[in-house]
């Protein structure tokens, strides 16, 4: 299993895919702002570990949307997310890809917006999706599969 992963302290995307590149399951983990950090990111944390458990620790990779330093305390919590998520985990391939790389991945250019990236999804995929952070995380796992040669993206 690859687990796709839009990281964010207030709304992680998360997709499961087969290795094979078929789409398996997507959620989304909503976290408290009223809640302190830490306590959010245990929540994200713990969600993802479950979700390992619940797919009997057949995990082969974790495929994550790196940050950005544009937003300095954002991009704080999300490193302390991928560490606390790398620790949690363990000894996993983990694979991080730039917003812009998926975007002209998935979407044909790098600065397509959130709305042109989840058309593209629809156009090959019967998914619906309840926001973009879900829509995200599946762009983010295609990104893996395309950059590995396991799905052809051409139309």
């Not at 087969?18 to 306590?39: A, F, H, I």
């Not at 979700?51 to 940050?67: K, P, Q, R």
């Not at 959130?114 to 998914?127: F, N, T």
């Amino acid at each position: 299993m690859i687990f796709s992963i839009d990281l964010s302290i207030a709304s992680t995307g998360v997709t499961v895919f087969e290795d094979n590149g078929k789409y398996v399951k997507k959620l989304c983990l909503k976290t408290n702002p009223k809640n302190k950090q830490n306590v959010r990111i245990g929540i994200i944390v713990d969600s993802i570990v479950d979700l390992f458990v619940e797919y009997d620790f057949n995990l082969s990779a974790i495929v994550i949307e790196s940050g950005f330093l544009k937003f300095i305390k954002a991009s704080n919590a999300l490193r302390r997310i991928e560490g606390a998520l790398m620790y949690a985990l363990g000894d996993l391939e983990y694979v991080f890809y730039a917003p812009t790389t998926i975007k002209k991945t998935v979407a044909g250019k790098g600065n397509a917006s959130k709305e042109d990236v989840q058309e593209a999804i629809l156009e090959r995929y019967d998914v619906e999706f309840s926001n973009t952070d879900e829509s995200d995380s599946f762009a983010v796992g295609l990104t893996y599969f395309i950059k590995e040669k396991i799905i052809d993206w051409e139309k």
